[in-house]
């Protein structure tokens, strides 16, 4: 298994200013995932978060709004850019999920913005 | 495109009942997650399954490939187990989640 751990677990940001939020795993795995949870919704995909290079974002997300940085094999951020109160949302890690197909994919305690 | 549905959306029980949690989908998977999300926002992986039935403790995941439909059951409740529980899935070749809407479960005591 796997632990995560997310800094910081919550904020409260002015409008148009940014946010970096980082994720660290206790070991090194192959997938590491971004996630938007936004009130009362389940849980979103933004972007897959590759090792060495650019992330891949899902539609509807962009680089620009979302930068996303890996490093390394065990360590990622999210920076959500110029926020807005539609940013408000728990923002999620995860890793694990990689091959063989299935494997569990483990979460971090998130991150629970409020942009006023 | 592999819709993910879960029912109930809200379920209240009374201590010590026997919970069903249900989730089905519509195309082939490589395997069915549950998950737990408690008040806080943290999820925590309970079960990953591709087929058979799997047991933890009070809670046991059943999974029926033929008819894409999967449950989640708690025996003998407790309030601790007020959480959602949202059921996901992964398709063969891609890694990612898609996720049904949870099931809110509130356990009185």
Not at chain 1, 40 to 63: C, H, M, R
Not at chain 2, 27 to 54: D, E, R, Y
């Amino acid at each position: 298994s796997a632990v995560i751990s997310q800094k910081p677990s919550r904020d409260i940001c002015q409008r148009g200013t940014s946010l970096t939020i980082q994720c660290q795993v206790d070991s090194q795995v192959t997938m590491m995932f971004w996630y938007r949870q936004q009130p009362g919704q389940s849980l979103t995909l933004i972007a897959t978060a590759n090792q060495g290079s650019e992330a891949t974002y899902e539609s509807g997300f962009v680089i620009d709004k979302f930068p996303i940085s890996r490093p390394n094999l065990t360590f990622s951020t999210l920076t959500v850019s110029n926020m807005s109160p539609e940013d408000s949302s728990i923002y999620l890690c995860s890793a694990g999920g990689g091959r063989p197909e299935g494997e569990t994919q483990y979460f971090g305690p998130g991150t629970r913005l409020l942009v006023l | 495109k592999n819709e993910v549905e879960q029912s109930p959306q809200n379920l209240t029980a009374q201590e010590g009942e026997f919970i069903t949690i249900n989730c089905s989908y519509s195309v082939g998977i490589s395997a069915l997650h549950w998950l737990q999300q408690h008040p806080g926002g943290g999820i925590v992986s309970l079960f990953m399954l591709s087929s058979g039935k799997k047991k933890h403790g009070r809670l046991i995941a059943t999974i029926n490939i033929q008819e894409k439909h999967s449950s989640l059951h708690i025996t003998a409740s407790h309030p601790r187990d007020s959480a959602v529980y949202i059921c996901a899935v992964s398709y063969f070749g891609n890694e990612k989640l898609t996720f049904g809407t949870g099931t809110r479960l509130t356990i009185i005591p």
